[in-house]
C-alpha cells in the first residue's frame, strides 16, 4: 500500500510564499505521474500542477508563473512552490501519484490525505 503525506500547509498573507512537499512510501521514480490538486470549499477538485517522469510540467492557468512543481528523487519528495499567494488559492491540496502497471496500460492512483493551505487577504 503506497502512503502519500503531504506537509508544509498553513496561513499566510496575500503575497506571501509556501512550500508543501509529499513524501511517498515507494520510489517517486516507480510513478508516471505526480501532480498537486486542489480542493476548496464547494468547488470541485482541480488540477493545480502535474510532472511527468520525463520531466515535463503542466499548470493550471491560474498558478502558471506563480507555483513551480518539482520531484527531489534524493528526499523522495514531489514540491510545490507557491509565491505570490492569492485568496483564491485557499484550499486542501492533495498529493497525487498515477503509475502504469501492465502492458496493457492499467493505471493505479495514489492519494494522500491533504494539507490546508489558507491565504488571508
Known amino acids: 500500500q503506497v502512503q502519500l503525506v503531504e506537509s508544509g500547509g498553513g496561513l499566510v498573507q496575500v503575497g506571501g510564499s509556501l512550500r508543501l512537499s509529499c513524501t511517498s512510501s515507494r520510489r517517486i521514480s516507480r510513478f508516471d505521474t505526480m501532480g498537486w490538486y486542489r480542493q476548496a470549499a464547494g468547488k470541485p477538485r482541480e488540477l493545480v500542477a502535474g510532472i511527468r517522469s520525463g520531466g515535463s510540467t503542466n499548470y493550471a492557468d491560474s498558478v502558471k508563473d506563480r507555483f513551480t512543481i518539482s520531484r527531489d528523487y534524493a528526499k523522495n519528495t514531489l514540491d510545490l512552490q507557491m509565491n505570490s499567494l492569492k485568496p483564491e488559492d485557499t484550499g486542501v491540496y492533495l498529493c497525487?501519484?498515477?503509475?502504469?502497471?501492465?502492458?496493457?496500460?492499467?493505471?493505479?492512483?495514489?492519494w494522500g490525505q491533504g494539507t490546508q493551505v489558507t491565504v488571508s487577504s
Open positions: 497525487h501519484a498515477e503509475a502504469i502497471v501492465n502492458v496493457e496500460g492499467a493505471r493505479v492512483e495514489h
